[in-house]
């Protein structure tokens, strides 16, 4: 039965979703947050190889995002050559020799030694995959016309964040790696003028020994204000 209905010309469907009672809700929401509350960032990979259909799968995850006007401006760049990924862990670890030399205060360098990172990335090696995400700062129509898309720093980081969260529930690790700038993302991967290098996402499984630098999150009391 086609349910579907037009408004000013505008296609709609008919939209479900599973309700549960406030038990179920509260034991739901715990659970969510336990399992979620497991991902870590991780620098030490597996070189073990990873089912293509499983990235694409978190990557129609990661679209299901909200964005602004629906304009879905992201890009995610898979790269698996390792002649590639060797390119760009080359082009990566030169910005953050730089940064990590000449670029960052003090401050920084020192809010940094409880994960005891440095400027060298073997990971962008060693992992599987690298997801490289490209925001659209606009959209390319055919003959070179330009189309805005809306609230896109706030879109792709949404879409980064259920990125995450996929990669998460397939059993893999990921790291969001930021070298800075990352413009050289655009030449080597060959992107179009409009897209933007956002972050750069090794995914795969976690090395057999890995460590992960003990971390506390914050308390709730010190994320949430309640009016």
């Keep these: ?57 978190i990557l129609r ?5 909200p964005s602004g006007a629906h304009k879905q401006p992201w890009t995610f760049c898979v790269v698996k050559d390792p002649l590639v990924k060797s390119k760009i862990r080359e082009a990566a670890e030169k910005e953050e020799k730089e940064s990590y030399e000449n670029r960052m205060s003090n401050e920084w360098l020192e809010d940094l030694k409880p994960l005891q990172t440095d400027w060298k990335k073997p990971f962008l090696e060693i992992a599987p995959y690298l997801i490289v995400v490209f925001k659209k700062a606009y959209d390319l129509k055919p003959g070179n016309i330009k189309r805005n898309n809306y609230y896109v720093n ?8 259920f990125l995450l969260a996929a990669i998460h529930h397939a059993g893999l690790v990921a790291l969001t790696h930021t070298p800075s700038p990352m413009n050289f993302l655009t030449t080597l991967l060959g992107r179009p003028e409009n897209e933007r290098p956002f972050l750069l996402i090794p995914v795969g499984y976690p090395h057999e020994n890995t460590y992960v630098p003990k971390l506390e999150r914050k308390k709730l009391n010190e994320v949430m204000v309640l009016y």
Excluded at 154 to 161: K, N, T
């Design 1 to 57: 039965m086609n349910t579907e209905i037009l408004i000013d010309g505008y296609p709609f469907i008919p939209y479900t979703h599973p309700t549960y009672n406030d038990k179920e809700m509260i034991v739901r929401s715990v659970d969510f947050y336990q399992w979620l509350d497991q991902r870590r960032s991780v620098r030490d990979f597996s070189d073990k190889p990873v089912p293509l259909p499983v990235i694409e799968n």
């Design 61 to 65: 995850a990661a679209s299901t995002a």
């Design 154 to 161: 706030e879109s792709v980081g949404l879409a980064c964040g």
